[in-house]
């Protein structure tokens, strides 16, 4: 029987890979996204435009922090799941903008809670990130470490959110499940994360920004397996639980660059700056729980979504050649 799945975020890129696997299976989805400047309006659009071509898709535009436009949200279905995944991203970015970075990952999940609490949502999913375990000294992090010192903005809003969410389980009985998304890649992935951003400047022969000695090291996650785990884990245990959504694996800076090169055949100049604030020297997740609770099974290891999404990457640019536009 088809379920109904509101997603906030939809047109991201996340959100809009997630929407395309429920809709292919058969789900209904209702989408909201208030199309956030901090990156191209017109890449939602195109991500909005595939969706688009389902006819259970509903899309609203709207901000998760107006009750008003909640209450516009379409909700002509009971809902079977909230997938929560609205939130302004990014590490250092949160360092110019600590009160926005409050504003809609903290203020604007009360509200969503809140929206998911009145209509008696039987499950909901919250975007959570790797960053909460900040400069945590054991590898690979365990969703029961503790996860009391963030080191940026963005972080401590991501751990309160997941707070919230206890709260709203503690209180309502609420099941809810808290997702630790470990650095995210592939199609449609926000032009300002690594990847895309050393595919983009290899291409234009510009200089590549290595903050460090280019040593420290990331769980690169490839989309197609995340969206695998947020989908079992709209059927996973009941109550509140916290999962790892990583590859349990990392690379180098140095020697992501370095696949990068050998996947585009262009050779990095590399600028070695000071290491961010904000920054973690490693991300690695222990994805024991997902597996046994959840079905999680990454199977995208980073030399194959690298290739993957250079090839997306060089696609998307032949076709804006084509066209005579900008990308």
Request: aromatic share 10%; net charge neutral.
């Amino acid at each position: 029987m088809a379920a109904t799945i509101f997603i906030t975020g939809v047109a991201g890129f996340i959100g809009s890979h997630v929407a395309e696997a429920l809709l292919l299976r058969g789900d209904r989805v209702h989408g909201l996204d208030n199309f956030d400047p901090f990156y191209d309006r017109s890449l939602k659009e195109r991500n909005l435009a595939v969706l688009s071509a389902y006819p259970e898709f509903r899309f609203a535009e709207g901000d998760i922090r107006d009750e008003a436009a909640l209450g516009r949200w379409k909700d002509s279905f009971p809902a079977d799941a909230l997938i929560h995944l609205a939130a302004k991203a990014g590490v250092r970015p949160s360092l110019a903008d600590p009160a926005g970075y409050a504003d809609v990952n903290v203020s604007g999940t009360a509200r969503i809670l809140a929206w998911a609490r009145n209509r008696d949502v039987p499950r909901v999913l919250f975007a959570s990130s790797s960053s909460v375990y900040g400069g945590n000294p054991k590898i690979p992090f365990s969703e029961d470490d503790p996860v009391d010192h963030p080191v940026s903005p963005y972080a401590a809003t991501k751990k309160a959110g997941e707070l919230l969410c206890h709260t709203y389980y503690h209180l309502y009985g609420m099941n809810i499940a808290s997702l630790r998304f470990f650095t995210v890649y592939g199609p449609h992935q926000r032009p300002e994360m690594a990847i895309h951003k050393f595919t983009r400047l290899l291409h234009e022969g510009k200089e590549i920004d290595v903050y460090g000695d280019g040593s420290s090291r990331r769980d690169y996650t490839y989309v197609d397996d995340v969206v695998g785990g947020v989908l079992g884990a709209l059927s996973g245990p009941p109550g509140y639980r916290i999962y790892n959504l990583g590859r349990s694996d990392t690379i180098s800076l140095s020697d992501l660059i370095g696949l990068l090169e050998e996947a585009t055949g262009i050779r990095a100049n590399r600028r070695y700056l000071p290491v961010q604030p904000g920054d973690v020297p490693v991300t690695f997740a222990d994805i024991t729980r997902a597996r046994s609770e959840i079905g999680y099974d990454p199977k995208i290891p980073v030399t194959e979504g690298v290739a993957r999404f250079v090839r997306w990457y060089r696609g998307i640019l032949a076709e804006s050649t084509f066209r005579g536009g900008d990308r």
